[in-house]
């Protein structure tokens, strides 16, 4: 009798990890469900995680890096309004093309700064503020602007990844359209 062995690595755990998430949301990730998965008992995971934050982690920093890698290809020689609708448009796009991974974002306050989950949330930021430093807006400090600015782009975007806008999605891209225009506004010409 042969024993037959699953060739198993850190790249396939994840991959089942973020296929999980994606179908069927953050919350019903758990070692237990992930080795059902992979059909492989939960024990064998920690040869890879030593826990479940460290799978949600590495499914952040991996997410955030893609959405930075994203942004730079699109803002890239561009400034100004430009710029920041491009931003944003892409952030909004990237978010909707994730299905229910993008639910990772709400566990980023989990980790230490030290986290590259963290520290790729803040370089999605960064370069938003990189955007901002040489645009001159009409009445907002820049600081404001920014934090104003992520927080109506993403909360307009996980509201409806989770169904809270109408389910007619031109509406919601002119909804959308409409809360840029607002900030954009903002800027002088």
Sequence with gaps: MTTKHRILNREIVLDAARTM???DGIRDLTFQTLAKELNICSQSLYNYFPNLPAVIEALGTEFMHNLYQELIENVSGISGKEAIRAFAEVAHRYFERQQSLDEIIYFVHQFPESSPFVQGTGDVIN???????????????????????ISSVLGFTVLEVMGFLPDNKASRD???????????NEIKE
């Design 174 to 184: 002119t909804s959308f359209e409409s809360l840029l225009d607002m900030y954009l």
């Design 21 to 23: 998430v994606a179908q």
């Design 127 to 149: 370069l938003l503020k990189r955007l901002i430093v040489h645009t001159e807006l009409k009445q907002m400090a820049k600081e404001s602007f920014v934090q104003d600015f």
